[in-house]
C-alpha cells in the first residue's frame, strides 16, 4: 500500500514563495504519475499539476500556470510543488495524489493521497 506525507505548507505573505514536497513509500514510485490538487474552503478539489513517471512530461493548471512548477526526484520518491508570487487565491489546503495515467487531471484517475498541507497566503 503506497501511503504519501505532504510538507512546506505555511503561513506566506502575498508575493512569496513556498516549497511542497510530497514523499511516498510503499510503492514504486516510478510507476505513477504525480499530481498535486488544492481545495479552498467552501469549494471543490482543483487540479493543479502533475509530472509523468520520468518527470520528462508536465501540466499545470490555468490558475496557476508561470508561477508554480512541479518536478520530481525519484531517487528520493518525492515529488514538488514550487509555488512562486503567491497570491490570496492560492490559500487552500494542497494534497500530492500518485495514479497510473499520463495525463491525468481528474482525481478520480488518482489512486492514492496525502493527507494535505494548508498553505495560507495573507495580503
Known amino acids: 500500500q503506497v501511503q504519501l506525507v505532504e510538507s512546506g505548507g505555511g503561513l506566506v505573505q502575498a508575493g512569496g514563495s513556498l516549497r511542497l514536497s510530497c514523499t511516498a513509500s510503499?510503492?514504486?514510485?516510478?510507476?505513477?504519475?504525480a499530481g498535486w490538487f488544492r481545495q479552498a474552503p467552501g469549494k471543490e478539489r482543483e487540479f493543479v499539476a502533475l509530472?509523468?513517471?520520468?518527470?520528462?512530461?508536465?501540466r499545470t493548471g490555468d490558475s496557476v500556470k508561470g508561477r508554480f512548477t512541479i518536478s520530481r526526484d525519484n531517487a528520493k520518491n518525492t515529488v514538488y510543488l514550487q509555488m512562486n508570487s503567491l497570491k490570496p487565491e492560492d490559500t487552500a489546503v494542497y494534497y500530492c495524489?500518485?495514479?497510473?495515467?499520463?495525463?491525468?487531471?481528474?482525481?478520480?484517475?488518482?489512486?492514492?493521497w496525502g493527507q494535505g498541507t494548508q498553505v495560507t497566503i495573507s495580503s
Open positions: 510503499g510503492g514504486t514510485f516510478t510507476s505513477y504519475t
Open positions: 509530472i509523468s513517471w520520468s518527470g520528462l512530461t508536465t
Open positions: 495524489a500518485l495514479g497510473p495515467y499520463t495525463l491525468a487531471q481528474a482525481q478520480a484517475q488518482y489512486n492514492y
